[in-house]
């Protein structure tokens, strides 16, 4: 069970590397004005959408779920912590999701949002992570 720790770990880091990432592209390719610089940007942020977060969220759920279905869900099932942090896990997978919209809205030339609002944006997985660990480290209820 340790080796699924582990590996659920690799792949939450890989996972939230590309969630701090993906944003920030969003916020120079909001910015770009010339067609080779939006054209890199949206293989940029294809190939890490669609190569890396997607993946490792994939793996990050499946290994997490095996944690909980495997001994977690019977040693904590009685812990609020718990089904908090499932919760903003839920809410990570949505703005996971979110972040593929726009990926479609660049490739789209749909981008409606400015170079602001994607620096903002890209904020929120910040305290999501820190809110998630927290309640796994503390476990405060």
């Not at 120079?28 to 969220?57: N, Q």
């Not at 479609?104 to 981008?111: S, V, Y």
């Amino acid at each position: 069970m340790l080796w699924v720790k582990a590996f659920h770990v690799i792949f939450v880091v890989t996972w939230f590397a590309a969630l701090f990432y993906l944003p920030r592209l969003f916020v120079y390719h909001a910015m770009a004005e010339d067609e080779v610089s939006k054209k890199r940007f949206k293989i940029m942020e294809r190939k890490l959408y669609y190569g890396i977060m997607t993946p490792s969220m994939i793996l990050t759920v499946i290994l997490g779920l095996w944690m909980l279905w495997d001994y977690a869900w019977m040693m904590y099932s009685n812990m609020g912590w718990l089904y908090v942090k499932l919760a903003l896990v839920a809410i990570l997978i949505a703005y996971h999701f979110f972040c593929g919209k726009l990926l479609k809205d660049f490739k789209e030339e749909q981008n409606i949002y400015g170079h602001v609002f994607y620096r903002w944006f890209n904020e929120f997985p910040v305290l999501i992570l820190m809110a998630v660990v927290i309640l796994v480290v503390v476990k405060p209820f």
